[in-house]
């Protein structure tokens, strides 16, 4: 039987008032480490399989600060329904970013595993004086196994008007091309950090490799994107660590 569950969060200068969870996505107040509110999301059972439909809202609203983390890793599974084949899963997040507002969106990473066959959007939209940081990882395969099927999708709306939308497809399922020389080069880590607000209309990003498999690059909007592959997930995980932390002291 697949599962159908939203989560919801909503921030305000005066806390959370809508706080709340379904199915595997359990959502949990947790201790910040700066100002404003930090909001954990925790599985509290195995998805997403096949043929789930699981979705996260979260908005942010005027003048407000909210980081968003998760537990564990995200593990995409195959699976069945009583009638048989279940059909790819859907995983669906929509972010809303007001004015004066700051979002870290910082889950953790998408495992793909063998079998599985995930469909995830990520759709954004952000106030003309917003910021955001929002950190997309994809892990395909674990240890020693062959990926999944994976599709997604990154779409973001700064001030009503395309920020950034990009796609990306890996796995048996994909177009051919996804492992060779020119997308991943073997690798089997994937990952994107994407930094948005209005300090980079007076001091944009300067486009530039960090290292040999990860460029940071200037977008109009005004944003910075970091796209980065690795062989691991330890290995992605600190090249976009050493971004934000530069970042940081802008």
Do not use: C, N
């Not at 953790?108 to 106030?127: H, K, P």
């Not at 994976?150 to 796609?167: M, W, Y």
């Not at 944003?223 to 592959?229: F, G, M, Q, R």
């Amino acid at each position: 039987m697949s599962v159908h569950a939203t989560a919801r969060i909503v921030a305000t200068r005066a806390g959370l008032p809508v706080l709340a969870g379904e199915g595997p996505l359990a959502v949990r107040r947790t201790r910040a480490t700066g100002p404003g509110g930090r909001v954990t999301v925790v599985g509290a059972m195995s998805a997403p399989l096949g043929g789930d439909r699981l979705a996260i809202e979260a908005e942010v609203r005027d003048g407000a600060r909210l980081t968003v983390d998760a537990a564990a890793a995200t593990v995409a599974l195959p699976g069945r329904t009583a009638g048989g084949e279940a059909g790819p899963a859907r995983y669906d997040v929509r972010l809303t970013v007001g004015e004066e507002a700051e979002l870290s969106w910082l889950p953790e990473q998408l495992i793909s595993a063998y079998g599985s066959d995930l469909r995830m959007s990520t759709r954004v939209e952000l106030a003309a004086t917003g910021r955001l940081v929002l950190r997309e990882e994809q892990i395909l395969g674990r240890h020693g196994e062959l990926p999944g099927t994976l599709f997604t999708r990154l779409t973001v709306r700064r001030a009503g008007r395309p920020l950034l939308d990009q796609e990306l497809a890996y796995g048996p399922g994909a177009p051919g091309g996804w492992d060779g020389g020119a997308v991943l080069g073997g690798h089997r880590a994937v990952g994107q950090l994407l930094l948005a607000g209005p300090e980079f209309e007076d001091k944009p990003g300067r486009p530039r490799m960090l290292g040999d498999t990860a460029v940071l690059t200037p977008l109009a909007g005004p944003a910075v994107l970091v796209t980065a592959v690795a062989p691991d997930a330890l290995r992605l995980r600190r090249v976009l660590d050493e971004v934000l932390t530069e970042e940081a002291y802008r």
